[in-house]
């Protein structure tokens, strides 16, 4: 018998306020910043993203999406002994925003009338930018072949809207808030089971700067811009030769062929960037997950999100191949191969 990590639910959460494009182009007049409808939609595919309100946090998204994702497994907080959290925008610099998230859950849990909530079990996060919620799938899914795990809430969740430079309009039209969970379960199969397949992720630190919020905290103050920054041509060119390869790694090991991939669930960064990866790995559109048009970049929550909404949806089903990959600041980028 072979232990697989199954993805039992899935979960997702976008915050209220969304903004079109056309409310970015008035945003930005303010600041006597030229953009448009057409620009960003034609360069990027994106016609609207959702901010959270200035009170919402990262773990606040993240709670709404966990709690959503806890639901569609039929599992209570009590049931989960492992908690990851990709972010990039963590609501403090510690504690962790799994510890907080966690403990939101165990108080929501101990409103409804249960007796106890997650408190107790691991929970920290993982910081790889946009390919967070595959390193974080990827650390759960071994932790759960392992035996330290046999129930885990792996998230994204992100407020990028708080790191952004609303005088740099190359950059700021490009993100959005949200969060998105899985719950990943162990099961027991004789041979290829449903989960998690082969997964694989890597790092490069030679690119760092070219995708970056460079800002510290240091004697009280914060040193060094806050603001993200990106060399956007350079990661267009480095983003699809990575993803190709990523791809095509974690379906070999899975034993699988291209050919075998029901679904490609890209990191949601530019539509032109998932269409090329697509054309290389020869599959066609309309087997690729696309909600960049609605909800931005949301960085690492950008995969559970679209998951979440291609298993809503019905799309994606039980016993298909989903191919998950991502790429981000680092750099860093991977992809999983999974069984629904
Ligand atoms: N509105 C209007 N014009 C703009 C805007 C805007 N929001 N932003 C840039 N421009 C202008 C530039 O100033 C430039 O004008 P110029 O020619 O007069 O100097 C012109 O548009 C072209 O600028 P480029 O940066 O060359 O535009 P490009 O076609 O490369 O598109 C983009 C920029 C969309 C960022 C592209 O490089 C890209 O998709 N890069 C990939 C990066 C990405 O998607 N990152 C997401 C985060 S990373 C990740 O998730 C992996």
Known sequence: MKVYARITGTGSYLPEQRLTNQDMVERLAARNIETSDDWIVERTGIRSRHFAHPDSSSSDLAFQACRRALAAAGRKAADVDLIVVATSTPDMVFPS????????????????????????????????????????????????????????????????????????????????????????????????????LAAEIHADGKHREILCTPGTVSGGQVLGDPTLKMDGPAVFKLAVGLLDAAARGAVEKAGLTLDDVDWLVPHQANIRIMQSTAKKLKLTDDRVIVTVHDHGNTSAASIPLALDQAVHDGRIQQGQNVLLEGVGGGFTWGAVMVRM
């Open 97 to 196: 925003t799994a510890s907080i998230l966690q403990h939101k859950l165990t108080l929501a849990a101990l409103a409804d009338g249960e007796e106890r909530g997650a408190a107790g079990c691991p929970a920290f996060d993982v910081q790889a930018v946009c390919t967070g919620f595959i390193y974080a799938l990827t650390v759960a899914d071994a932790m759960i072949k392992t035996g330290a795990a046999r129930c885990a809430l792996v998230v994204g969740a992100e407020v990028f809207s708080r790191i952004l430079d609303f005088n740099d309009r190359t950059t700021c039209v490009l993100f959005g808030d949200g969060a998105g969970a899985v719950v990943l379960e162990a099961t027991e199969h004789e041979g290829h089971g449903s989960g998690i």
